[in-house]
T-cell receptor
Framework: GESVGLHLPTLSVQEGDNSIINCAYSNSASDYFIWYKQESGKGPQFIIDIRSNMDKRQGQRVTVLLNKTVKHLSLQIAATQPGDSAVYFCAENIEQAGTALIFGKGTTLSVSS | GAVVSQHPSRVICKSGTSVKIECRSLDFQATTMFWYRQFPKQSLMLMATSNEGSKATYEQGVEKDKFLINHASLTLSTLTVTSAHPEDSSFYIC??????????FGQGTRLTVV
């Protein structure tokens, strides 16, 4: 079974809006989390990662928030663009264990202009 | 950044035949490679973990005799789908990692069994 989940299957926003995509994880031992973007027919593309010793990390137009108390992860995309339309997955693992990333179910983001 | 190349990107085969998918790390030595399967509108599901020079470790429910994995070198892993059937049609994705560094994904292979 999947150890991450709880998602909104689809999220529709207008161009320029901010988007928030959520993910809950169940393995309290996980210490490394990644958000991926997947376009149709392609492999996952790294967006941003965060380790459990942090609660927030910012990239270019993206921010990941980690709440270890409730085991919740979110991805915020600022000024969403049509090119952001894709499926977004969170993934987790125990970094030093060298194990595989386990993926959540994904959220399809649709951006209309 | 590191590149993982997967080949072919698309393949159509007849039911009962075997198909081999290659996964190569182009600019780093991948001590570990992972194979995932993704059905339409679903998430990536881990099939197996492959360490160079060792037998692959398969996830529960994945038939090792059907999905043969070979990781003969630090830059190449292959997945062979044996005696393919229509239900094996899926998107297969590999990923590669060196030690505990960031995992890099291939472009995926769309397998269609007719």
């Amino acid at each position: 079974g999947e150890s991450v989940g709880l998602h909104l299957p689809t999220l529709s926003v207008q161009e320029g809006d901010n988007s928030i995509i959520n993910c809950a994880y169940s393995n309290s031992a996980s210490d490394y989390f990644i958000w991926y973007k997947q376009e149709s027919g392609k492999g996952p593309q790294f967006i941003i990662d965060i380790r459990s010793n942090m609660d927030k990390r910012q990239g270019q137009r993206v921010t990941v928030l980690l709440n270890k108390t409730v085991k919740h992860l979110s991805l915020q995309i600022a000024a969403t663009q049509p090119g952001d339309s894709a499926v977004y997955f969170c993934a987790e693992n125990i970094e030093q264990a060298g194990t595989a990333l386990i993926f959540g179910k994904g959220t399809t983001l649709s951006v209309s202009s | 950044g590191a590149v993982v190349s997967q080949h072919p990107s698309r393949v159509i085969c007849k039911s009962g035949t075997s198909v081999k998918i290659e996964c190569r790390s182009l600019d780093f030595q991948a001590t570990t490679m992972f194979w995932y399967r993704q059905f339409p509108k679903q998430s990536l599901m881990l099939m197996a973990t492959s360490n160079e020079g060792s037998k692959a470790t398969y996830e529960q429910g994945v038939e090792k005799d059907k999905f043969l994995i070979n990781h003969a070198s630090l830059t190449l892993s292959t997945l062979t789908v044996t005696s393919a059937h229509p239900e094996d049609s899926s998107f297969y994705i590999c990923s590669a990692r060196s030690g505990v560094m960031l995992t890099f994904f291939g472009q995926g292979t769309r397998l269609t069994v007719v």
